[in-house]
């Protein structure tokens, strides 16, 4: 049972949720919430102190968060717009045809339904990102010897994936936006989750001893954020 609580330090308030997990974590949303994991029986006062540790990393991170949504926030629909797609940018076009078809330049959306692109959209890039990473994720488990359950996609903004304490992979639709090689970083990150369900130094040995360039992989993919967040914020705008 997750219990929820909340706290300040510096100025920044902050939202605990208390589990049974062993270790602590902070992290701001996509929204600019800070969000603090916490064990059960974590005093507050060593929590406040864990945040208060991670107050630079927080600020530069929200300061981040701000200036990607002020960019966003006025996104609306322009015919020919390029969006990413597996790292390829493509052109986005309506034009004269059943369904959404995907080409190595191009998304072309039924301009019949031009009135509702942004779900058409969704539903696109909910479709490729089920098909790539359903397969790559089986690809890389028989690789790398992992078991695991099933892959599932939502609609998370501000997490490219987690797995669950039954070895469910749950992965973000907006993780098919980005480059192969940082897709492969996540799917590998949450597979070595089904072997350590946290975030301690055995579970970073795990994933450097499988990925010595994670850390690069995962730099990279924090400075994907502001694609994933105009896809995002033009999906939301433009539903119909």
């Known amino acids: 049972m997750e219990r929820k609580e909340s706290g300040a330090v510096g100025g920044i308030l902050y939202t605990v949720y208390r589990s049974n997990r062993k270790t602590c974590v902070v992290r701001v949303t996509a929204e600019g919430r800070v969000e603090v994991k916490a ?36 996104i609306g629909w322009e015919e020919g717009q390029v969006l990413p797609l597996l790292g390829r940018n493509r052109v986005v076009h309506t034009a004269a045809v059943g369904n959404p078809i995907v080409t190595d330049t191009e998304v072309l959306l039924p301009s019949s339904h031009a009135g509702s692109r ?52 749950n992965f973000s639709w907006l993780l098919i936006l980005v480059a192969p090689d940082l897709i492969d970083y996540v799917i590998l990150h949450e597979l070595c989750h089904t072997i350590h369900m946290n975030h301690s130094q055995s579970f970073w040995r795990e994933v450097g001893r499988r990925m010595p360039d994670y850390g690069l992989r995962r730099e990279q993919l924090r400075q994907e954020q502001i694609k994933t967040m105009y896809l995002y914020k033009l999906v939301q705008n433009d539903k119909g």
């Open 39 to 74: 064990p059960l029986r974590m005093s507050r006062q060593a929590i406040q102190a864990f945040v208060d540790s991670k107050i630079a990393w927080i600020e530069r991170h929200l300061v981040e968060i701000d200036a990607i949504n002020r960019q966003c926030e006025r």
């Open 118 to 169: 942004g779900a058409l959209l969704e539903r696109l890039y909910r479709q490729e990102a089920r098909e790539y990473l359903t397969l790559r994720t089986a690809e890389k488990a028989k690789e790398e010897g992992f078991v695991y359950r099933q892959v599932k996609i939502n609609g998370a903004h501000g997490r490219w994936g987690s797995c669950s304490a039954g070895g469910n992979l």
